[in-house]
């Protein structure tokens, strides 16, 4: 009876030894979690106020009477309030053209949430067969440029300007989109 009480203390003590340092890694890695979560929302406040430079608020009514926002550039760049996945990817991806392929990975990384939900959470208005076909491209060209991300520079910049002129398909239809509903 005992070695039965001991053998449970010992079996007690070393589980509570296990919880607390499964709780001490578990802590440790929430800490991680939260200040990545911190940096992603420290770089994208510094992309929304970036993207709030320069551009015109545009209000249009939809058929059905609903009010809707986005903004425009003198340069035609599109900026939606209610579409956070294309106004950041938007941004990005002009800013990338011009940086250096170690910084290209880096940012290119941190899109993958962006690009992936592009179709998810786009707004209503905007969501014709068009617009999802060039989101389903954009997609597919942004799998090329990570899955290829180590070749070569030149190789890296050539998949980059694919993914660019992917996203330009968009873009075009997003303005066609509009120019549509502008008619109405």
């Known amino acids: 009876m005992k070695t039965i009480k001991k053998l449970t203390a010992v079996l007690a003590i070393t589980g509570l030894l296990f919880v607390s340092c499964d709780k001490t890694k578990k802590e440790k890695v929430e800490d991680k979690v939260d200040e990545k979560m911190e940096q992603v929302e420290n770089t994208m406040e510094e992309i929304g106020d970036d993207i709030s430079e320069g551009f015109q608020e545009m209000k249009m009514k939809l058929e ?33 053209e011009n940086l250096d392929t170690d910084e290209v990975n880096t940012r290119i990384e941190n899109l993958k949430g962006t690009i992936a939900s592009l179709g998810n959470n786009i707004p209503a208005w905007l969501k014709t067969d068009e617009v ?13 440029v990570v899955d290829n991300k180590n070749d070569e520079a030149d190789k890296v910049k050539q998949n980059i300007e694919d993914l660019n002129e992917k996203f ?17």
């Open 168 to 184: 330009d398909d968009l873009r075009e239809e997003l303005n066609e989109v509009i120019a549509k509903y502008k008619k109405s």
């Open 132 to 144: 999802m076909d060039d989101i389903k491209n954009i997609q597919k060209e942004y799998k090329n």
């Open 64 to 96: 059905d009477g609903t009010e809707v926002n986005y903004k425009m550039d003198s340069d035609g760049s599109l900026a939606f309030d209610n579409w956070d996945g294309f106004t950041i990817a938007n941004k990005e991806l002009s800013d990338i």
